[in-house]
T-cell receptor, first 110, second 115 residues
Framework: GIQVEQSPPDLILQEGANSTLRCNFS?????LQWFHQNPWGQLINLFY?????KQNGRLSATTVATERYSLLYISSSQTTDSGVYFC????????????WGAGTKLIIKP | GAVVSQHPSRVICKSGTSVKIECRSL??????MFWYRQFPKQSLMLMAT?????????EQGVEKDKFLINHASLTLSTLTVTSAHPEDSSFYIC???????????FGPGTRLTVL
């Protein structure tokens, strides 16, 4: 089945710094989503981005489907950005199931 | 954005009892809902996929008689953990797929503790 790898596994930054999180996947996908899981466990949809580039405030994401990777950019980090960021994909032959990466744990220090 | 509610958010029960968790899509219809389990500091593990009006599809290693799933309407799915044991203690998360946007939205999760 499709494999999803996220890097780095952990990231510690000072408030105000910028960061780039990466998601590599092993096969063609027709769905890719980025999620933020806050310290209370709630998963929040950030982007639905099987291809192309999107921006939402300080966050943006780019997926290069032909090269099988996606990047999540966080600019001017705030302490509330702390949490785990997951990338999840669906292969073209899948039945709506999302395959999840292991996540990147981000800690923003004040 | 779309909202998925999950109830209860936290439950503590005695070993041997059954616990029902509800998952509702509040402002969209979800023909497909998913149930996940998450262990501490790990990613989500898909337990089962439920389609409205049909039997759930369970992932390998998930006991269907222990984790009963019902998806009786386009906005409600339930997970019942039957005869719960301490090893069933975990964080259970549901999600609902909005077929119009092909996006999954997640409930806030249920933290189950079995004593």
């Amino acid at each position: 089945g499709i494999q999803v790898e996220q890097s780095p596994p952990d990231l510690i930054l000072q408030e105000g710094a910028n960061s780039t999180l990466r998601c590599n996947f092993s096969d063609s996908v027709n769905n890719l989503q980025w999620f933020h899981q806050n310290p209370w466990g709630q998963l929040i949809n950030l982007f639905y981005i099987p291809s192309g580039t999107k921006q939402n405030g300080r966050l943006s994401a780019t997926t290069v489907a032909t090269e099988r990777y996606s990047l999540l950019y966080i600019s001017s980090s705030q302490t509330t950005d702390s949490g785990v960021y997951f990338c999840a994909v669906r292969g073209v032959d899948s039945n709506y199931q999302l395959i999840w990466g292991a996540g990147t744990k981000l800690i923003i220090k004040p | 954005g779309a909202v998925v509610s999950q109830h209860p958010s936290r439950v503590i029960c005695k070993s041997g009892t059954s616990v029902k968790i509800e998952c509702r899509s509040l402002d969209f219809q979800a023909t497909t809902m998913f149930w996940y389990r998450q262990f501490p500091k790990q990613s989500l593990m898909l337990m089962a996929t439920s389609n409205e009006g049909s039997k759930a599809t369970y992932e390998q290693g998930v006991e269907k008689d222990k984790f009963l799933i019902n998806h009786a309407s386009l906005t409600l799915s339930t997970l019942t953990v039957t005869s719960a044991h301490p090893e069933d203690s975990s964080f259970y998360i549901c999600s609902a797929r909005d077929w119009q946007t092909d996006t999954q939205y997640f409930g806030p999760g249920t933290r189950l503790t079995v004593l």
